[in-house]
């Protein structure tokens, strides 16, 4: 079974200060992953997503994650954060089961963004 | 023009009762989903439909009945609600839902408040 980890429910910076998410995977096939961000009462908005065509990839908003195979990993990061990217994080793998495809969510990380 | 709506939007009711959620996405796809979102932010799939056919059904209780009228359309309905079931129901749609690498997008949600 494939499944995602992310480490820290919590991660507080400062404003224009670096943004770092961490994500790690277990898969037994190729993964593909996404990150989602979820801002206070709306749903699910893409972030990014690795598909194998390029390790670093680059999302809306400033963000970008790199595919790290040795590291089984897929941080999200920010070079300079900003009050509007406080949020809920996600971290997700794709599998195929049952003859359809499924995301399979990590538990989150919530970002808070200060002064 | 919302890719994916929900109606309603809040959902507060009696145990026992049954209630209906309804999803239409106007994107085009293919493929329909519902997610349940808990009280800690843990989202987990919980149906899959395909052209009105289900295709993923993630040992989700027989109380929870899902209808697809048609491909833009999913609805989720709940026979003899309990206060287990309180959370936010997240409807989604993806282009095809065989494709690993397909993005999901994602209705505002429905908050479901069992009394």
């Known amino acids: 079974a494939q499944s995602v980890t992310q480490l820290g429910s919590h991660v507080s910076v400062s404003e224009g200060a670096l943004v770092l998410l961490r994500c790690n995977y277990s898969?037994?096939?190729?993964?593909?992953l996404f990150w989602y961000v979820q801002y206070p009462n709306q749903g699910l908005q893409l972030l990014l997503k690795y598909t194998s065509a390029a390790t670093l990839v680059k999302g809306i908003n400033g963000f970008e994650a790199e595919f790290k195979k040795s590291e089984t990993s897929f941080h999200l990061t920010k070079p300079s954060a900003h009050m509007s990217d406080a949020a809920e994080y996600f971290c997700a793998v794709s599998s195929y089961t049952g003859g359809g495809n499924k995301l399979t969510f990590g538990t989150g990380t919530q970002l808070k963004v200060e002064l | 023009d919302t890719a994916v709506s929900q109606t309603p939007k809040y959902l507060v009711t009696q145990m026992g009762n049954d209630k209906s959620i309804k999803c239409e996405q106007n994107l085009g796809h293919d493929t329909m989903y519902w997610y349940k979102q808990d009280s800690k932010k843990f989202l987990k799939i919980m149906f899959s439909?395909?052209?009105?056919?289900?295709?993923i059904n993630e040992t989700v209780p027989n109380r929870f009945s899902p209808k697809s009228p048609d491909k833009a359309h999913l609805n989720l309905h709940i026979n003899s609600l309990e206060l287990g079931d309180s959370a936010v129901y997240f409807c989604a749609s993806s282009q095809d839902g065989a494709g690993r690498t397909d993005t999901q997008y994602f209705g505002p949600g429905t908050r479901l408040t069992v009394l």
């Open positions: 898969s037994s096939v190729p993964p593909y």
């Open positions: 439909y395909n052209n009105k056919e289900l295709i």
